[in-house]
């Protein structure tokens, strides 16, 4: 892309150069300005601009309407109001000003578009359409007929059918389980996710929460998701559920172990993912494929019984994975504990 080209594309962006009379006409001003070096009027500009593009599609009437609206850009100044004949001059200043005017513009109205853009997307990113084609289907068969499965694109899709299709239906006795291999396209609602999971647990059900050892170092990451504040209240709210005798604990599995990164509700559906980059996921109901759902939850039971509880000693889990000492997680974990002991943090 030529100079030029480059130019007249970012002017276009500011919507200042839809057909380019506005740069004829300024560029008009500016030339025979700086001949006669002094301001000058329309039919001045209006001749200047005949010499320069002879086949210029515009009159002098044309000519005015363009000056009129350089001057509402502050691209172009009036000499003179009063005048019979308003003359006009334009310089390097005034051209400045007028661009970043145009450029805050439509800085402001590109910003409210992507704000827009982004309800829209967080909106239908929501949207069960499995609730749709249910109530699609009891109208057209009058049946109770249920979707058995469905695929995640993207966090927030993830985010809500772990939402509404497993921690939103737990009950008293259920089992949810929970695996998390990484956390990097989870970080932006990892405290609302969490959230949805003890809610689920004051209900009555269990959870068995399993992490990898690579989480347990990767402090910048969690610091990001996981400010020390709300980490440190995370862990405090868990002990106060566990003490109250709720099933909740959260296991570090073995660095070789073979699982899925999903989560279930005991033995009726699931959330996996299938890949990170770009992020897909599937919901799948044990109608829809048993095999599946059956060896996910037979992988995570064999690895659970083998790992090692976040609420163990400290001191054990550092034993275990010498990489967490400085960990963050570890080590907001035991100010946590000092904390509710009354020790000096």
Not at 18 to 41: E, G, I
Not at 134 to 146: D, P, V
Not at 234 to 252: N, P, Q
Request: charge should be positive; include cysteine; aromatic fraction near 6%.
């Amino acid at each position: 892309m030529s100079s030029r080209e480059r130019l007249e594309k970012s002017l276009g962006m500011l919507g200042f150069a839809h057909d380019l009379r506005a740069l004829s006409v300024l560029r008009a001003v500016l030339n025979v300005q700086s001949s006669l070096q002094r301001p000058v009027d329309v039919l001045e500009i209006y001749d200047a601009l005949l010499r320069a593009e002879p086949g210029v599609d515009l009159t002098r009437t044309g000519v005015r309407k363009v000056l009129e609206a350089l001057v509402n850009m502050r691209m172009v100044m009036v000499d003179s109001d009063r005048a019979r004949r308003k003359k006009y001059s334009a310089d390097a200043n005034t051209i400045v000003t007028g661009l970043e005017d145009l450029k805050h513009q439509t800085l402001t109205r590109l910003e409210a578009r992507r704000r827009f853009l982004r309800e829209e997307l967080s909106l239908l990113s929501s949207v069960d359409f499995s609730h749709m084609a249910a109530s699609l289907t009891r109208r057209t068969k009058n049946n109770k007929e249920q979707p058995r499965s469905r695929l995640l694109r993207g966090p927030e899709a993830y985010r809500e059918a772990t939402r509404s299709e497993i921690f939103g239906k737990a009950t008293a006795g259920s089992i949810i389980r929970v695996t998390r291999l990484w956390l990097g396209p989870f970080m932006s609602t990892v405290l609302e996710a969490f959230n949805d999971l003890l809610r689920a647990v004051e209900k009555g059900a269990e959870l068995q929460f399993c992490v990898t050892p690579d989480i347990l170092t990767q402090s910048d990451l969690l610091a990001t998701g996981l400010p020390e504040d709300n980490l440190m209240e995370s862990f405090a709210r868990v002990a106060r559920l566990r003490k109250e005798g709720a099933k909740i604990d959260t296991r570090i599995c073995g660095p070789n172990a073979r699982t899925y990164h999903f989560s279930s509700l005991n033995d009726e559906s699931m959330v996996i993912l299938l890949s990170e980059d770009p992020l897909a996921a599937t919901w799948v109901s044990r109608s829809f494929n048993p095999d599946l759902v059956k060896s996910a939850i037979a992988s995570f039971d064999l690895i659970w019984e083998q790992s090692v509880s976040l609420f163990d000693s400290p001191q054990r889990l550092i034993d275990m994975f010498p990489g967490s000492k400085s960990g963050y997680l570890i080590s907001t974990l035991v100010r946590s504990r000092e904390r509710m002991e009354g020790k000096r943090v």
